[in-house]
């Protein structure tokens, strides 16, 4: 379980094609404090340390997360936002973020808003019904909030989030521009809601 608060902002300085992708990652954690099998999310995607040195950590990525998540984002050289798991009794400061993506958004628009800037994105049909406005949403990791959502004629949804000064330098969103795609999570809750709902149905 993770909170969608970025502590680190990493970079892939390496991968490597074995049976699956094998990444190593550049970050400013202290690893003698990380075991080996431990989770961190990278980008909003849960994966486990397989190996570490001074300044680094490698993970495996199965060809099934690379099928679902951000194209490019396992490239040499990508930003990864970067989060070690929640331990019990640490301060829930975001939302409950599980690690695991729902589907791959796309940037429309960049637009500052005072000293903010005002992202809007278009998630695919199949997430839009868990998508509302002040609701919590994950995005390449960082929890955010939804600001309005307007449905679009093909199914798919358009929605916004507003990025303030701290989140962008703290994370990998202070180059966000038009044609990007971002790992999405959707809100827990709005997740077993709508499995509760289609469960029903389908036994009327």
Known sequence: MFTGIITDVGRVEAVEARGDLRARIGCGYDLAEVDLGASIACSGVCLTVVDKGEGW?????????????????????????????????????????????????????????????????????????YIAAKGSIALDGVSLTVNEVEPLADGSVAFSVNIIPHTAAQTSFGSLAVGRRVNMEIDILARYLGRMLDSQASAV
Not at 79 to 87: D, F, P, Q, V, Y
Not at 101 to 120: T, W
Request: hydrophobic share 45%.
């Open 57 to 129: 950590f490698a993970v495996d990525i199965s060809g099934e997360t690379q099928s679902r998540t951000a194209p490019g984002l396992w490239a040499e050289g990508a930003a990864l936002n970067l989060e070690r798991a929640l331990k019990v009794g640490d301060e829930l400061g975001g939302h409950i973020v599980t690690g695991h993506v729902d589907g791959i958004g796309e940037v429309a628009a960049v637009e500052p808003i005072g000293d903010s800037l005002r992202v809007g994105l278009v998630a695919p049909s199949g997430l839009a019904r």
